[in-house]
């Protein structure tokens, strides 16, 4: 019975990972959509000091507009390109902590199956080469 405890706490600990490994996605994505948010909100901010109607002298040049516009979608896609190098620099730390942790769950379930096996179906139904070609149980 001890045996068959342990063995579950290792499937909770796998359902623990799979379910943290989802809302890590999750989170990653709701990180991505704040990225490109930065990135356009400084697109915007540039578009907004033109705007405001100050005198320059600026504004009275002919390819004004486009340079303006040039200057500030390549400050955006620098913005928004410079801050997810960064943030995929810290997650490659992270991830391998991660893994290395999802290898540990998965090899103790991985290596607890044939006895838990033999204790669901008993010592007579479970062949002893439950590895071999044929692949799993065999019932007389």
Do not use: Q
Not at 15 to 37: C, E, H, M, P, Y
Not at 100 to 113: E, F, G, K, N, P
Not at 119 to 135: E, T
């Amino acid at each position: 019975v001890a045996d068959l405890r342990s063995r579950l706490a290792s499937s909770r600990d796998l359902a623990k990972v799979a379910i943290d490994l989802r809302r890590n996605k999750i989170i990653r994505f709701n990180l991505s959509l704040s990225i490109a948010s930065v990135g356009i909100a400084s697109t915007t901010a540039v578009g907004g000091l033109f705007g405001m109607n100050l005198v320059t002298g600026f504004e009275d040049t002919p390819h004004a507009f486009a340079a303006v516009a040039s200057a500030s979608a390549f400050l955006g896609a620098a913005v928004s390109v410079g801050a997810a190098l960064a943030l995929d620099r810290w997650s490659s730390t992270v991830d391998l902590k991660a893994a290395a942790h999802d290898r540990l769950a998965l090899s103790t379930i991985l290596r607890d199956v044939s006895s838990l096996e033999t204790l669901i179906f008993g010592p007579g139904l479970v062949s002893s080469s439950s590895s071999s070609s044929s692949g799993g149980a065999r019932y007389d």
